[in-house]
């Protein structure tokens, strides 16, 4: 049966000051079952993972038909960035969600 599923992307760093200098780098695209999803229908918001502030793109998804469904994220970095963790090199990074429901 169909639940409720949250599905987005979310990017933390050490600092507030790196994450607003990071965040204005980096643009976030989404489709499900091969449809795109415009970011203006995520909710964006700053959240806390730990002691690292993050912002978050979500939205809950609900009715799904049975079957199987494909949740793309494809993230794209402008430029080179460090989040006071790491390096990350410029381009586009994929992650693909694969959502069952049984009948």
Partial sequence: RSRDVIVGYF?????????????????????????????????????ASGTSPCYAFSAKLSDWPAGEHSFIVDVTFTARLNDGFGDYAAGTYRTEFTIYVEN
């Fill in 11 to 47: 990017w933390c760093t050490t600092t507030n000051e790196i994450l607003v200098d990071n965040w204005s780098m980096i643009v976030p695209t989404f489709e499900l079952d091969g449809v795109a999803i415009p970011a203006s229908e995520f909710s964006e918001e700053a959240v």
